[in-house]
């Protein structure tokens, strides 16, 4: 088979767009219409590669909540350790840093901070003196220290009493430096090196900035980033549908907990009144819940760990559910609300989702009996029809799929044609096949237009784009782009649109012959 390149008339609208007669209405929407939609993300709940700009105004950028150092002692050339990652004394005794050698920092303000051990444990120091050890399992003022930069990457670590941690000859860490070190190769002197950076979120927007520079920083970016004349756009290019991500905190405003910003509740009520507006319905999706659900970003980790499966962060997810539904449930706008956005299969097993899932079903069917219940699959291993097997509720249920050609070394190394393959071959008969299973519908929530290929031409883009359009829209339920901006192009809906790498039009040739 070889990949024919069509030939496109670029065009910017939806409403001549008739990828394949429907033969599913959803119920909301027009007569024989299904969801055609964009996700709104990067707005209510952050991710740093959307907008970077937010993050640049933090002081000490590179030492955010989630951020992975490693510390080498300049005097015995020996890298600070955890050993067994963390359960006893800290060690200084290693020739190389690996997962005993590498802290995870917790950020109290601009130069404190709290070190976190791969096994969860946070580094100690109960005084003047003391042998620093790694068996706290909570952290407070003993298990936060002060660091003192250079410019070349050196450090100094204080406790909280103002003594320098130091090197001893036998290897220890020990709170009893005499004086005020130097930056030369001193016991007290370590070389601090970043391992990982990777964490922008909303927890560390808040934590780094603080509450009232935070506060001015997202009161402009959520009443610019969308607005009405966004909605205008979508409602003119034929998008019925906006899927919103919203963090927990939401329930709690307007002063949510610390470092959490309140203004995100009416930022939200905005936008269903202007989808009202421009007859576009809302799907409102729980996409950072308490704890975090996959220790990402865009779930609020504070450091990468999942902390959502305790029988309180359930709860209190349960709760932000209950507030969203009574909130909206009689809203003309409301199409569905989405339970728990990308759990993670590594961290969140079936017997906690399922019953969540089911319980939060009852809840939405509490304040709408037509409200579709969204329950998105669990990312990384693990098979969607699990879902369809849950018996999780009768009525207007819909499971969400999230495709990538991306994340995973399998799609690293594939061509062009090798990805818009895939798309046929592997999700059009997933698709399908979860059609037929006559359980929930079937909504592709999330894909993009972006792939792993680095030298892709235009046509080749729109190849690409075209394939998903004609694949995605067999879902039963419908399909969400991510996202609608953001600062990559080819992730960017709008974009896309206007420099006509997604072709909206009538698909009238096939892509392979």
Same mark, same amino acid.
């Given at each position: 088979?070889?990949?024919?390149?069509?030939?496109?008339?670029?065009?910017?609208?939806?409403?001549?767009?008739?990828?394949?007669?429907?033969?599913?209405?959803?119920?909301?929407?027009?007569?024989?219409?299904?969801?055609?939609?964009?996700?709104?993300?990067?707005?209510?709940?952050?991710?740093?590669?959307?907008?970077?700009?937010?993050?640049?105004?933090?002081?000490?950028?590179?030492?955010?909540?989630?951020?992975?150092?490693?510390?080498?002692?300049?005097?015995?050339?020996?890298?600070?350790?955890?050993?067994?990652?963390?359960?006893?004394?800290?060690?200084?005794?290693?020739?190389?840093?690996?997962?005993?050698?590498?802290?995870?920092?917790?950020?109290?303000?601009?130069?404190?901070?709290?070190?976190?051990?791969?096994?969860?444990?946070?580094?100690?120091?109960?005084?003047?003196?003391?042998?620093?050890?790694?068996?706290?399992?909570?952290?407070?003022?003993?298990?936060?220290?002060?660091?003192?930069?250079?410019?070349?990457?050196?450090?100094?670590?204080?406790?909280?009493?103002?003594?320098?941690?130091?090197?001893?000859?036998?290897?220890?860490?020990?709170?009893?430096?005499?004086?005020?070190?130097?930056?030369?190769?001193?016991?007290?002197?370590?070389?601090?090196?970043?391992?990982?950076?990777?964490?922008?979120?909303?927890?560390?927007?808040?934590?780094?900035?603080?509450?009232?520079?935070?506060?001015?920083?997202?009161?402009?970016?959520?009443?610019?980033?969308?607005?009405?004349?966004?909605?205008?756009?979508?409602?003119?290019?034929?998008?019925?549908?906006?899927?919103?991500?919203?963090?927990?905190?939401?329930?709690?405003?307007?002063?949510?907990?610390?470092?959490?910003?309140?203004?995100?509740?009416?930022?939200?009520?905005?936008?269903?009144?202007?989808?009202?507006?421009?007859?576009?319905?809302?799907?409102?999706?729980?996409?950072?819940?308490?704890?975090?659900?996959?220790?990402?970003?865009?779930?609020?980790?504070?450091?990468?760990?999942?902390?959502?499966?305790?029988?309180?962060?359930?709860?209190?997810?349960?709760?932000?559910?209950?507030?969203? *539904?009574?909130?909206? %449930?009689?809203? #003309?706008?409301?199409?569905?609300? @989405?339970?728990? !956005? $990308?759990?993670?299969?590594?961290?969140?097993?079936?017997d906690i989702l399922v019953p969540y899932y089911k319980h939060g079903y009852e809840i939405v069917r509490k304040h709408s009996p037509s409200a579709y219940v969204i329950v998105c699959q669990r990312i990384g291993n693990a098979n969607p029809i699990e879902l369809y097997q849950a018996d999780i509720?009768?009525?207007?249920?819909?499971?969400?799929?999230?495709?990538?050609?991306?994340?995973?070394?399998?799609?690293?190394?594939?061509?062009?044609?090798?990805?818009?393959?895939?798309?046929?071959?592997?999700?059009?008969?997933?698709?399908? *096949?979860?059609?037929? %299973?006559?359980? #929930?519908?079937?909504?592709?929530? @999330?894909?993009? !237009? $972006?792939?792993?290929?680095?030298?892709?031409?235009?046509?080749e883009y729109q190849d690409f784009g075209r394939t998903q359009l004609e694949v995605y829209d067999a879902a039963s339920f419908g399909w969400s782009y991510w996202t609608l901006k953001n600062d990559r192009e080819h992730w960017d809906f709008e974009w896309n649109i206007k420099n006509n790498y997604l072709q909206l039009s009538k698909h009238t040739e096939p892509i392979f012959n």
């Amino acid at each position: 088979m070889e990949l024919v390149i069509s030939k496109w008339v670029f065009a910017f609208s939806l409403f001549s767009w008739l990828i394949f007669s429907v033969a599913f209405s959803v119920e909301g929407l027009d007569e024989d219409s299904k969801v055609r939609g964009v996700n709104l993300g990067g707005w209510l709940v952050l991710e740093g590669w959307i907008k970077p700009s937010l993050f640049e105004g933090i002081p000490n950028p590179d030492m955010l909540d989630g951020t992975q150092v490693t510390f080498k002692s300049v005097k015995l050339q020996k890298y600070v350790c955890a050993e067994n990652g963390g359960g006893s004394d800290i060690s200084v005794n290693r020739d190389a840093a690996s997962s005993w050698e590498t802290f995870t920092l917790w950020r109290v303000s601009e130069s404190e901070f709290q070190f976190r051990t791969v096994q969860g444990q946070f580094l100690s120091c109960y005084g003047n003196g003391c042998v620093v050890s790694a068996t706290a399992k909570s952290a407070s003022s003993t298990e936060t220290f002060q660091i003192e930069r250079n410019n070349d990457d050196r450090v100094h670590i204080k406790t909280k009493s103002g003594a320098y941690l130091q090197a001893t000859v036998d290897n220890q860490l020990v709170a009893d430096y005499p004086g005020n070190p130097g930056w030369d190769d001193n016991a007290s002197t370590f070389e601090m090196s970043i391992v990982a950076n990777n964490l922008h979120g909303d927890y560390q927007l808040g934590n780094g900035y603080g509450h009232n520079k935070a506060k001015e920083v997202l009161e402009r970016h959520r009443s610019t980033f969308i607005d009405a004349g966004d909605f205008e756009f979508l409602h003119r290019n034929g998008i019925n549908t906006v899927r919103i991500p919203v963090g927990w905190w939401i329930a709690y405003d307007p002063n949510p907990p610390t470092p959490f910003i309140g203004g995100t509740l009416k930022a939200l009520d905005n936008a269903f009144s202007w989808a009202h507006a421009y007859k576009i319905k809302c799907i409102i999706d729980l996409h950072a819940a308490p704890g975090s659900q996959n220790g990402m970003e865009h779930s609020a980790s504070r450091d990468g760990t999942v902390g959502w499966t305790t029988s309180e962060s359930v709860s209190q997810s349960l709760h932000v559910i209950d507030f969203l *539904a009574s909130r909206y %449930a009689n809203h #003309p706008a409301l199409l569905g609300i @989405e339970l728990l !956005n $990308e759990p993670s299969a590594a961290s969140v097993p079936l017997d906690i989702l399922v019953p969540y899932y089911k319980h939060g079903y009852e809840i939405v069917r509490k304040h709408s009996p037509s409200a579709y219940v969204i329950v998105c699959q669990r990312i990384g291993n693990a098979n969607p029809i699990e879902l369809y097997q849950a018996d999780i509720g009768s009525h207007n249920l819909v499971v969400d799929l999230h495709y990538y050609n991306l994340f995973d070394p399998f799609f690293v190394n594939l061509s062009p044609i090798e990805n818009i393959r895939f798309i046929y071959e592997s999700r059009e008969s997933q698709i399908h *096949a979860l059609n037929d %299973a006559k359980g #929930p519908l079937v909504f592709i929530g @999330e894909w993009v !237009n $972006e792939w792993n290929v680095t030298n892709g031409t235009q046509a080749e883009y729109q190849d690409f784009g075209r394939t998903q359009l004609e694949v995605y829209d067999a879902a039963s339920f419908g399909w969400s782009y991510w996202t609608l901006k953001n600062d990559r192009e080819h992730w960017d809906f709008e974009w896309n649109i206007k420099n006509n790498y997604l072709q909206l039009s009538k698909h009238t040739e096939p892509i392979f012959n």
